[in-house]
């Protein structure tokens, strides 16, 4: 067994053995999602980095975005 699981996957199948689909444990389900929005903020993050943008103060940023001058620094 995968340690990733607490249990064992279970499957459904067609008459034939065909896999259609699987049952999982919730702890299991919630697991998987926290891995995979992980995974979204690691793919966030690299494709931010390739831009290759300059960075500014998150107070500008905030000051650009609610339509206010920033203050000279």
Do not use: C, W
């Amino acid at each position: 067994m995968n340690p990733f699981y607490k249990n064992a996957p279970q499957f459904i199948t067609d008459k034939k053995g065909k896999k259609l689909s699987v049952v999982i444990s919730i702890a299991d389900y919630n697991k998987i999602l926290k891995e995979l929005e992980e995974l979204q903020d690691i793919l966030m993050y690299d494709s931010v980095k390739m831009k290759k943008e300059k960075s500014q103060p998150f107070t500008k940023y905030l000051q650009k975005r609610n339509g206010m001058h920033p203050r000279s620094e």
